[in-house]
């Protein structure tokens, strides 16, 4: 298998006390560039552990992620942090933006962090971030701290957050279940446009079925495994 993000035979065991639940059942994924990927499947049956482990957010029991070709769980965590700051994109369902930052500063955070081994301006970190705020229509609100965002302002912000380091693909969870009909089709259409015109490639984890309409690549998480739609 070959892409930019491979999963190989994942297993996730929980053991709380003497409960053990096999969420995850070997899921094997292999998602190439500018591939948009929806995993589709009902509450609890494990999408947000499986998208966890694919973002190097959880380990899991058993099996590997390689991200271009780099095994993410055999490095060190030191690497693996590197990894998952510089090549991967979060968007959770309620934002996670920072309240005491605006909105420009969330989206330049990821930057900022991984600044800290190199030698980008802070002025260009800047120009970035208003760039991307400009892409999901947000220039206008580039000083508005979270709290002063409608829900799909904020979701918008939180999807030019994630691109802000270009990773090489953006992992979604939920990321339309905190936004009414209008919204969520203003993210489905933002993502689209990023992903035909930068190539962006998306893994997005919903339990709601209007996905599929829009998003052609569907699977089912079911028992474990993924299954096609
Ligand atoms: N840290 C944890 N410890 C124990 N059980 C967990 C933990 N996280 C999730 N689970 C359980 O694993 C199952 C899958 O959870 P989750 O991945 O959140 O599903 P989904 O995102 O599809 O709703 C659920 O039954 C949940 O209760
Ligand atoms: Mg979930």
Redesign the pocket.
């Known amino acids: 298998m070959n892409g930019i993000l491979v999963a190989k035979n994942i297993h996730r065991v ?1 053991q ?1 006390g003497k409960r053990r ?1 096999h ?1 995850l059942k070997g899921v094997d994924i292999s998602l190439n560039s500018s591939e948009i990927l929806v995993i589709s ?10 998208l966890h482990i694919l973002g190097a957010l959880d380990k899991p029991t058993k099996g590997e992620v390689l991200l271009d070709g780099t095994s993410v769980y055999k490095a060190d965590d030191t690497t693996c942090s590197k990894i998952r700051n510089e090549r991967i994109g979060f968007v959770f369902q309620f934002y996670h933006l920072l309240a005491e930052f605006n909105t420009l500063e969330n989206v330049m955070m990821p930057g900022l962090i991984s600044r800290q081994s190199s030698v980008v301006s802070r002025q260009l970190l800047e120009e970035n971030a208003k760039q991307l705020l400009d892409k999901v229509g947000l220039s206008a609100r580039i000083s508005h701290k979270p709290s002063e965002l409608s829900g799909g302002e904020a979701q918008r912000a939180a999807v030019a957050r994630a691109l802000m380091n270009r990773p090489d693909v953006v992992l979604c969870d939920e990321p339309t279940g905190n936004l009414d009909h209008k919204n969520s089709i203003a993210i489905f259409e933002l993502i689209k446009e990023l992903n035909s015109k930068e190539g962006t490639s998306f893994i997005i ?1 919903t ?1 709601e079925h209007e996905y599929a309409k829009f998003f052609g690549n569907v699977k089912h ?1 079911e028992d474990g495994k993924l299954k096609a739609a």
């Open positions: 929980y709380d639940l969420v499947g009902p509450s609890g049956s494990g999408k947000s552990t499986l984890v339990h998480l």
